[in-house]
Nanobody, 117 residues
Framework: QVQLVESGGGLVQAGGSLKLTCSAPRTITSVFNSASLGWYRQAPGKERELVATFTSIRDTVYADSVQGRFTISRDNSRKKLYLQMNNLKPEDTAVYYC????????WGQGTQVTVSS
């Protein structure tokens, strides 16, 4: 398992922006980049859902609900994964998790994002 650490969550008003960062401080670069990397979220009372993911080094997939508002990016050499979230909505409120390797892979501890109306 790869240790993943998220940061950047917080409280923001609807229409605002946040940028989440995921890092893997104890993992060598080749290992970090050798599997899919993505962001998931889980709202209270709901199942964890995919937000955005790299399916390869360059190919990405987004949930319909965030398409056009969120952007996933990565810095391979620094072992970092980012999620830029713009035009946030109250329904984006959730704990956001960094993931490597899919549902059976490695997970971060999560970072809370709260969007007020």
């Amino acid at each position: 398992q790869v240790q993943l650490v998220e940061s950047g969550g917080g409280l923001v008003q609807a229409g605002g922006s946040l940028k989440l960062t995921c890092s893997a401080p104890r993992t060598i670069t080749s290992v970090f980049n050798s599997a899919s990397l993505g962001w998931y979220r889980q709202a209270p009372g709901k199942e964890r859902e995919l937000v955005a993911t790299f399916t390869s080094i360059r190919d990405t997939v987004y949930a319909d609900s965030v398409q056009g508002r969120f952007t996933i990016s990565r810095d391979n050499s620094r072992k970092k994964l980012y999620l830029q979230m713009n035009n946030l909505k109250p329904e984006d409120t959730a704990v956001y998790y960094c993931n490597r390797g899919g549902l059976l892979g490695s997970w971060g501890q999560g970072t809370q994002v709260t969007v007020s109306s």
